[in-house]
């Protein structure tokens, strides 16, 4: 059952090109290590999600993170 992510932590390791990332939801976190985005873009989008985004939810037995129930042009 999908969680939804109340909080994050991202960091960009420049000097070997990796990112980190940990979400948080209640009672539980995902730690995504260094290594595990395969170029900085994907490292950006998943950022650009948590940072931009509301609500933002994990699966795990899908692997997934994304948002949803998020009204159509909300004038952002």
Do not use: C
């Not at 990796?18 to 995902?30: H, L, N, Q, S």
């Not at 873009?41 to 999600?49: A, C, K, N, S, T």
């Amino acid at each position: 059952m999908p969680v939804q992510v109340t909080t994050y932590y991202a960091r960009w390791k420049p000097e070997n090109h990796t990112g980190y990332v940990i979400i948080y939801w209640a009672g539980g976190a995902k730690r995504f290590p260094e290594g595990s985005f395969e170029s900085p873009d994907e490292f950006r989008v998943v950022v650009d999600l948590l940072r931009n985004e509301s609500p933002v939810w994990w699966d795990e037995p899908t692997g997934r993170l994304y948002a949803s129930n998020e009204p159509v042009g909300e004038g952002e």
